[in-house]
């Protein structure tokens, strides 16, 4: 047996958690336990120091010294593996040498009694029974309860490294997982760290219970340290096995060498060294518009301010956003920042334009400041250059059911989605940053990412009442925790808005301001350190993104056919946009079979695998993108459902649109003429536009003053079912009427209130009153299911109370609403051999390339299911791929009723 130096106490016979694979290796055995405690603890001693504005936000906001904070929460995060002292998780290392400690303790459970729960069994034993001599010997009994609470607040992060809270009932049955030594060796522990490192505690702060409730505020960040800590410090690649006891106080200074080191090697402290901002004109090579001449001129300070800028498609919102961003990281606000969008399609657009642009925002003398793609498809983004949190290291032992740091932090680094919020730049979706205010594991992280960053959020009118509640959250967290938010947006109603500029100020301690201004453009401003805290500033228009759209207004399935006919006829591409996919492939196959070339007609919409989704969009950019000609245009045909409007950088010559919102129906008019073309239908910037006057067909019900019930539900079903709301589809064609036209920016603001304002609401005819009603229900719903689900950040801090429940970071929790569960289909094809292989065939990102999402009851169910003599090669399948362990597998051609064609997408056959 080896001897055990000073202390002579039982805490050197414990292992961590993980030893070597293969016994013949070179190296120590298995790491001690309390040398991984160090680890961790040594992390987040460098991390730290290193991010030095963190702790002084952290420090400041709990009125304590910054330094004295440290050594608090470096002591908190060396007892974070306190349940690991217990006998049932040590007899999981079966290579005992004899001298490690075993007992005849219950066999460890690492799903409902994990290593977290048993170290808060122990802390409740040290507590209660050490914590007053160690640390707190000088208080009366009130005020050490006081203390203690504020230390128990304090150790849920600690305890939760594993990036949820930990499971807080009853402890008492932990007890048979342990036996008397086990205590003894925690309460050991727990001695020499204090002599070790020496915490002092604030005393005469944690018996305040407003300083208890501000440490909850900021336990959000603490947790998501705690994580990163963990993680950094479970690399075995560079914190080796250590099995020889040495004293705490010498392993302490090898720690802290090594955490500086494993530090360095990935991106979480790289200093970035922001560049002086300069000009529009000298960035991107032209006058700046009204807007960005805005965004370059508008004080900022340091404080968090929130920022809405509302402009018409084509007035430079994003390079007007960068700019502020810019601004504010020089001015010390931000030190890096987050751009959130609504689709991967629109994600993957924006990061090209950011990566060409921001090492003019960051630089770093030593390497290239790290910039993230965030969404589930980053992988085959062939621009996307993805910077590597470098702490990877295959070598483990651990039980499956309690996963050690190394591999849970191996399977959250393979998900660029959460690294991009670590990362100093990421773009992606809005839904990576709204986790952040949601039960799911790696929350903390998140929001640790989010610290000190800006968030740019583009296209915000587009969140439903779900949406907006969740971030109206993260807007208020983010605030708290000093960070600064640009929002974008073309057709913001001032309801929202003044919701926006509401939950920024009562966030900020600051009564809210009524807004008094209904021009557009507008730039809305709301910032702390400035009276009124609220400013609105009118801006003018370039005058080349001034658009007059006529609208014209045709009621028949047969009269649009009849204009896409002439329009093909003349030499024209035309766009027609139709509210679901049913109702494009009836179009779609009306149309093919009435132009002389069928394969001129393209379809688009969301029931195609990824692989032709991608091949259409190409095609579509190919034929109607700002590259095409006159050779390529003519008599082109494009039937799309709203992916359309959502992503593609596309112009049509000619463009009919099914009802729909006001907003979507701007939003796609965008789309028409998008590119100023010359007499070859070429691109040409600063022209004038050489084709007809700007016209939109738009297909809606006939006008009837006094409508029925079913006024857009007889020839509109799937329109009504899609929007649900026939009386604010009516209010906006009684405007479209009244004004005869789309003119923007003008009277975008009258077309958004003639539709959304309590006032138009209120004029929505009786007969129609009954879907609207519904809707507001529904609208509702959706609030309070997202109220439902959002963390009570502000209340409980970082503990399992702030949800109804925690989920697993591959469980899918939304941060969109949806009445229609859907489903993950993975379409199989036969090799002839009695394999399956995925659609597309065998190539990088194949079975992400033949997946498709579906309605669960209108279509997945209805698909045939895997033939009884094709199950064992699709379970094989499955074994040899994880990707498709959880997707619905399906194999077309085994399928009567429903099938897949490359031109079509997922069809009923019966319908054909």
């Known amino acids: 047996m080896k001897i055990i130096v000073e202390p002579s106490i039982p805490i050197y016979m414990h292992y961590w958690g993980k030893a070597k694979r293969d016994p013949t290796q070179e190296g120590e055995d298995y790491h001690l336990l309390p040398y991984h405690c160090l680890d961790v603890a040594a992390v987040a001693w460098c991390y730290l120091n290193e991010r030095s504005n963190l702790l002084k936000d952290l420090s400041e906001f709990l009125e304590i010294e910054a330094n004295q904070l440290r050594k608090l929460l470096v002591f908190i995060f060396a007892l974070h593996d306190l349940g690991k002292f217990a006998s049932a998780f040590q007899n999981l290392y079966e290579a005992n040498d004899g001298y490690l400690v075993k007992s005849d303790a219950y066999i460890y459970d690492g799903r409902k009694y994990r290593h977290d729960r048993m170290g808060l069994y122990f802390w409740q034993h040290i507590s209660k029974?050490?914590?007053?001599?160690?640390?707190?010997?000088?208080?009366?009994?009130?005020?050490?309860?006081?203390?203690?609470?504020?230390?128990?607040?304090?150790?849920?992060?600690?305890?939760?490294?594993?990036?949820?809270?930990?499971?807080?009932?009853?402890?008492?049955?932990?007890?048979?997982?342990?036996?008397?030594?086990?205590?003894?060796?925690?309460?050991?522990?727990?001695?020499?760290?204090?002599?070790?490192l020496k915490p002092e505690l604030p005393l005469e702060k944690m018996q305040c219970k407003q300083w208890q409730q501000n440490l909850k505020l900021v336990s959000w960040q603490i947790a998501g340290l705690a994580v990163i800590s963990d993680w950094v410090g479970s690399d075995s690649s560079h914190f080796t096995y250590h099995d020889r006891p040495m004293a705490l106080s010498e392993y302490w200074q090898k720690a802290l060498k090594t955490a500086e080191i494993a530090l360095k090697a990935t991106d979480l402290i790289d200093k970035i060294?922001?560049?002086?901002?300069?000009?529009?004109?000298?960035?991107?090579?032209?006058?700046?518009?009204?807007?960005?001449?805005?965004?370059?001129?508008?004080?900022?300070?340091?404080?968090?301010?929130?920022?809405?800028?509302?402009?018409?498609?084509?007035?430079?919102?994003?390079?007007?956003?960068?700019?502020?961003?810019?601004?504010?990281?020089e001015a010390g606000a931000a030190e890096g920042f987050y751009l959130g969008l609504p689709t991967m399609a629109t994600s993957n657009a924006m990061f090209s334009r950011v990566a060409s642009h921001y090492l003019k925002m960051l630089g770093n003398a030593e390497k290239t400041p790290s910039i993230v793609l965030a969404h589930s498809a980053r992988d085959m983004n062939d621009e996307f250059r993805e910077a590597v949190l470098n702490v990877e290291n295959p070598d483990s032992y651990y039980n499956p059911e309690d996963q050690t740091a190394t591999a849970q932090c191996n399977q959250w680094l393979a998900d660029s989605r959460k690294k991009a919020l670590l990362a100093p730049v990421g773009v992606g979706t809005i839904d990576q940053a709204?986790?952040?205010?949601?039960?799911?594991?790696?929350?903390?992280?998140?929001?640790?990412?989010?610290?000190?960053?800006?968030?740019?959020?583009?296209?915000?009118?587009?969140?439903?009442?779900?949406?907006?509640?969740?971030?109206?959250?993260?807007?208020?967290?983010?605030?708290?925790?000093?960070?600064?938010?640009?929002?974008?947006?073309?057709?913001?109603?001032?309801?929202?808005?003044?919701?926006?500029?509401?939950?920024?100020?009562?966030?900020?301690?600051?009564?809210?301001?009524?807004?008094?201004?209904?021009?557009?453009?507008?730039?809305?401003?709301?910032?702390?350190?400035?009276?009124?805290?609220?400013?609105?500033?009118?801006?003018?228009?370039?005058?080349?993104?001034?658009?007059?759209?006529?609208?014209?207004?045709?009621?028949?399935?047969?009269?649009?056919?009849?204009?896409?006919?002439?329009?093909?006829?003349?030499?024209?591409?035309?766009?027609?946009?139709?509210?679901?996919?049913?109702?494009?492939?009836?179009?779609?196959?009306?149309?093919?079979?009435?132009?002389?070339?069928?394969?001129?007609?393209?379809?688009?919409?969301?029931?195609?695998?990824?692989?032709?989704?991608?091949?259409?969009?190409?095609?579509?950019?190919?034929?109607?993108?700002?590259?095409?000609?006159?050779?390529?245009?003519?008599?082109?045909?494009?039937?799309?459902?709203?992916?359309?409007?959502?992503?593609?950088?596309?112009?049509?010559?000619?463009?009919?649109?099914?009802?729909?919102?006001?907003?979507?129906?701007?939003?796609?008019t965008g789309r028409l003429h998008r590119h100023t073309r010359n007499e070859q239908r070429r691109y040409q910037n600063g022209i004038k536009d050489s084709r007809q006057p700007l016209e939109l067909w738009l297909h809606c019900p006939e006008w009837d003053e006094t409508p029925k019930s079913d006024w857009l539900s007889k020839d509109f079903r799937n329109t009504e079912f899609v929007y649900r709301s026939p009386g604010r589809l009516w209010l906006a064609i009684r405007k479209l009427r009244e004004l005869g036209a789309l003119r923007m920016p003008q009277e975008a603001r009258q077309l958004i209130e003639a539709v959304y304002s309590d006032d138009a609401c209120s004029e929505i005819p009786e007969s129609l009153l009954n879907q609207e009603n519904t809707l507001i229900s529904e609208e509702r719903?959706?609030?309070?299911?997202?109220?439902?689900?959002?963390?009570?950040?502000?209340?409980?801090?970082?503990?399992?109370?702030?949800?109804?429940?925690?989920?697993?970071?591959?469980?899918?929790?939304?941060?969109?609403?949806?009445?229609?569960?859907?489903?993950?289909?993975?379409?199989?094809?036969?090799?002839?051999?009695?394999?399956?292989?995925?659609?597309?065939?065998?190539?990088?990102?194949?079975?992400?390339?033949?997946?498709?999402?579906?309605?669960?009851?209108?279509?997945?169910?209805?698909?045939?299911?895997?033939?009884?003599?094709?199950?064992?090669?699709?379970?094989?399948?499955?074994?040899?791929?994880?990707?498709?362990k959880y997707l619905q597998c399906w194999l077309p051609e085994f399928d009567a009723s429903f099938g897949y064609s490359t031109a079509m997408g997922i069809i009923d056959l019966a319908r054909m």
Request: charged content about 25%; proline content about 3%; aromatic content about 6%.
């Open 434 to 668: 709204l986790l952040a205010v949601l039960p799911r594991r790696h929350q903390s992280l998140r929001l640790l990412g989010l610290n000190r960053k800006v968030l740019v959020f583009d296209e915000i009118h587009a969140a439903d009442e779900y949406m907006f509640e969740l971030l109206e959250s993260l807007l208020a967290l983010h605030l708290h925790q000093g960070g600064s938010a640009i929002l974008l947006t073309a057709t913001l109603s001032k309801k929202q808005r003044q919701r926006l500029t509401k939950v920024w100020q009562e966030a900020g301690g600051l009564v809210p301001e009524p807004l008094t201004n209904d021009a557009f453009p507008l730039a809305t401003k709301v910032s702390l350190n400035q009276h009124p805290s609220l400013a609105e500033t009118p801006l003018e228009s370039r005058a080349d993104v001034c658009r007059s759209v006529a609208v014209n207004f045709i009621h028949s399935f047969a009269g649009c056919v009849n204009q896409i006919l002439k329009a093909v006829e003349r030499g024209e591409c035309v766009v027609w946009i139709r509210n679901s996919v049913d109702d494009a492939l009836d179009a779609y196959r009306e149309i093919s079979s009435k132009i002389n070339k069928p394969e001129d007609c393209l379809l688009f919409h969301s029931r195609f695998i990824v692989n032709d989704r991608k091949r259409i969009e190409s095609k579509v950019l190919e034929l109607f993108g700002k590259d095409s000609n006159a050779q390529t245009r003519a008599g082109k045909v494009l039937i799309a459902t709203q992916v359309f409007q959502e992503s593609l950088d596309a112009d049509a010559d000619v463009m009919i649109s099914d009802i729909c919102p006001i907003d979507d129906l701007i939003q796609r």
């Open 129 to 196: 029974n050490l914590l007053s001599d160690q640390l707190a010997s000088d208080l009366e009994d009130r005020e050490y309860d006081y203390a203690k609470d504020a230390l128990d607040i304090l150790m849920e992060c600690s305890l939760g490294h594993h990036g949820q809270p930990v499971n807080g009932q009853s402890t008492h049955s932990i007890k048979k997982f342990t036996v008397d030594q086990d205590l003894e060796a925690a309460n050991s522990f727990f001695i020499e760290v204090v002599k070790l």
């Open 273 to 329: 060294n922001v560049q002086s901002f300069r000009s529009i004109k000298e960035y991107y090579g032209y006058e700046p518009t009204p807007l960005q001449h805005w965004a370059e001129s508008v004080p900022v300070d340091d404080s968090p301010q929130l920022f809405i800028l509302e402009d018409i498609t084509g007035a430079g919102k994003t390079e007007a956003a960068l700019a502020l961003t810019h601004r504010l990281m």
């Open 781 to 884: 719903m959706k609030a309070n299911a997202a109220k439902s689900v959002v963390l009570d950040w502000q209340r409980h801090g970082y503990c399992a109370k702030s949800a109804i429940g925690w989920t697993e970071d591959l469980t899918d929790i939304s941060t969109r609403f949806s009445d229609i569960e859907t489903v993950e289909v993975l379409l199989l094809k036969t090799t002839g051999d009695g394999e399956v292989i995925p659609w597309v065939g065998m190539q990088d990102h194949a079975i992400q390339l033949s997946t498709v999402k579906l309605s669960k009851h209108k279509y997945a169910d209805k698909l045939a299911q895997v033939p009884e003599h094709y199950m064992a090669a699709v379970d094989a399948f499955r074994q040899q791929n994880r990707a498709a």
